[in-house]
Structure formats: C-alpha cells, structure tokens
C-alpha cells in the first residue's frame, strides 16, 4: 500500500480519528441532475442543474433526517447548491458554500457519454481504490490531488464544530458521488473503510466509530461514472 503524506494523514485522523463527538459529518451526494439523465460525465462546476426529481430527493432526505442537523455545507457545483438550497428550506437553516468539495475532474473525459470514457474513467478510479492514488484521470486529477484539496475542508468542520463538546448537531456536506467514495476510502486505520459495490439508499457507509455516514440518492444506480458523478 502507498504511503500517504503526513499533511493527509494528519487530516484523515482529525475527519475519523480523536475524541467522541455527539454530531456526525454527513456527506450526502447530490440529487439526480441532468448530466446524470443524459449519462455525461459532468464533473468541471457549475455543471448542470438538477432535475424535479432531484429537487424531490434533496426534500425527501431533508424530511427524512432523523437527528438534528447545524450545518448545510455543499461545493461549488451548480447541483449540489441547488440540493442543498432544497435541503436547507426544509430544515429552516442557510446553505453555505466551500470550496475543495467538488467532483473529480475527469478532463479530456468532460461531458462524453460514450462508453470508451466511462471504461476509461472506471479503470483509473479502480486503480485509486487499489492504492495507486498517483494517475490522473486523461487531462484530470490524481487521487492524490483530489483528498489533498477535499480532506482538509472536512477535517476544518470538525475541528471548528464536531470536536467541540458544546456542538451536538450533524453537518450535511453535500457533494460528489466518486469524491465521497474515495474519501470514505482513504486510509484513518491499519483497517481502512472499503467502498460498497452499489449506491444505496440513505443511510450507507456508516461508520460508527467515526461519527461519519456517506449517504446516497437513486438506490437503484449500479457504481459507475454515469450513475454517481
């Protein structure tokens, strides 16, 4: 196994390592967007707009949330503000936006539906998941590059809110089908978290000790470039 640098480490060990914390850091992937109908691989932001049906999955899960919640977080992409927008008008609470949370970005890949792309962007995203975090996608990210800009931004809510004592609320970052794969992914112990071989409804990935649940949209959608970008 590759070895990560200490500076992701250190991040990876303040998202999943430290003390008990009454809240939990929820990453929740966006709602059905239009890239998503037409099987694009969108992934450079804004990107494209959700569809009523994604707008009717941000409000469902907002509905559905059975713990109180403090933060609505969500990246710079177009679809993820819109879900969280939908998100936040349920629970009564104001959106904001950070930087470092959008998708990996495939590229020379952006916006093909063929499926050569979707193979070729499956095979580097395997390869990340098998430890070599260190090949781009064509034209794209590394592994690398994509937990050294998202880990920090989640590692920093922690350290601001769930690590205080005083704070018992969860945090719903709302992002990326692969970046919350591969983040969920990453390495905090000798027994690093594997990703499922389906997106699932909510909840998914729970990981108790953690404090830490990847939530996903569309139980139905097998773990594929078009189904969960």
Known sequence: ?????????????????????????????????????????DTRPPG?????LGREQARAFAQNRDRPTG????????RARQTATEISAVLRLPARELDGLHEVQ????????????VEEFN??????HE????????????????LDRYLPVVADLRLRHLDDDAWTRDIV??????????????PSSQAPMRPTNTIVNN????????????????????????SFL
């Not at 494209?48 to 009523?52: G, V």
């Not at 495939?106 to 792309?117: I, P």
């Not at 970052?173 to 990453?186: D, F, K, N, P, Y």
Request: proline share 6%.
């Open 203 to 226: 909840p998914a990935n729970k990981i108790p000790e953690m404090k830490f649940s990847a939530e996903y949209f569309n139980k139905s959608e097998t773990c594929s470039a078009s």
């Open 131 to 146: 430890g070599d975090l260190s090949v781009p996608m064509p034209g794209g990210e590394t592994g690398d590059e994509v």
């Open 48 to 52: 494209a707009e959700l569809t009523a």
């Open 71 to 78: 933060l609505v977080i969500h990246s710079i992409a177009t």
């Open 1 to 41: 196994n590759r070895r990560q640098p200490d500076h992701r480490q250190c991040a990876a060990r303040r998202v999943a390592g430290g003390p008990p914390v009454s809240g939990r850091l929820v990453l929740v992937r966006h709602g059905q967007s239009y890239g998503n109908v037409d099987r694009r691989l």
């Open 173 to 186: 970052v709302v992002s990326h089908g692969a970046a919350i794969r591969l983040v969920a992914a990453t």
């Open 123 to 128: 095979d580097v995203y395997r390869r990340w």
């Open 106 to 117: 495939v590229g020379d890949l952006e916006n093909r539906a063929d499926d050569a792309a």
